[in-house]
């Protein structure tokens, strides 16, 4: 059981906007630290997709963006690829339990 | 260029130890943090354990102190101890540079992954 919550599947057609949830609670997200996702293609390593909740590394395309809220975040592929097509996990810190991931959401296009 | 490869995967049996070898390329492992994310076949990634720059770790609780994180700085690993294995710590085994900001910490490089399987 992941203790940040994510939907297991969402899908779109080349073009569209697509939003991942991740959803966590007062001991994570909503105590303030930092929210991170990846990428990661089928049968590889994940690849960092955004850090400190809104920047991108160098190399990552501008159609992904995220952003924080209260006990929440959430990622947003605008203009969505056949590449983009993976799994996405969020990621954070627990003062409870260290560093915690996400349940993984799959994008399909 | 940033490289991390794992190393020491491999078959055990139920109650067995293995240790998992990363050899970083690039950085010196005991400037930044370093971690180790486990993927079990088809499931999600999960955090198992961090070493601090100042050489302090932690690792997730539900591990129950059977992994344990260290570094050679001077060989420029890092390793992860895995004892009384269980069928449950099957799983496909990231070696990750972190990096602190304010509030978190995040992987910036990821190795290719060791695959460690628990079974009789």
């Known amino acids: 059981q992941s203790v940040l919550t994510q939907p297991p599947s969402v899908s779109g057609a080349p073009g569209q906007r697509v939003t991942i949830s991740c959803t966590g609670s007062?001991?994570?997200?909503?105590?303030?630290?930092?929210v991170h996702w990846y990428q990661q293609l089928p049968g590889i390593a994940p690849k960092l997709l955004i850090y400190?909740?809104?920047n991108r590394p160098s190399g990552v395309p501008d159609r992904f963006s995220a952003s924080k809220s209260d006990t929440s975040a959430s990622l947003t592929i605008t203009g969505l690829q056949a590449e983009d097509e993976a799994d996405y996990y969020c990621?954070?810190?627990?003062?409870?339990?260290?560093?915690?991931f996400g349940s993984g959401t799959k994008v399909t296009v | 260029e940033v490289q991390l490869v794992e190393t020491g995967g491999g078959l055990v049996q139920p109650g067995g130890s293995l240790r998992l070898s990363c050899a970083a390329s690039?950085?010196?492992?005991?400037?930044?943090?370093m971690s180790w994310v486990r993927q079990a076949p088809g499931k999600g990634l999960e955090w198992v354990s961090v070493?601090?720059?100042?050489?302090?770790?932690h690792s997730a609780d539900s591990l129950e102190g059977r992994f344990t994180i260290s570094r050679d700085s001077s060989k420029n690993i890092l390793y992860l101890q895995m004892n009384s294995l269980r069928a449950e710590d099957t799983a496909i085994y990231y070696c990750?540079?972190?990096?602190?900001?304010?509030?978190?910490?995040?992987?910036?490089?990821w190795g290719q992954g060791a695959l460690v399987s628990v079974s009789s």
């Open positions: 690039g950085f010196s492992v005991s400037d930044t943090y």
């Open positions: 007062i001991s994570n997200i909503g105590a303030g630290y930092d």
């Open positions: 400190g909740n809104t």
């Open positions: 990621q954070s810190y627990d003062m409870n339990l260290g560093g915690v």
């Open positions: 990750c540079r972190g990096h602190k900001v304010i509030a978190s910490f995040y992987f910036d490089y």
């Open positions: 070493i601090y720059t100042g050489g302090n770790s």
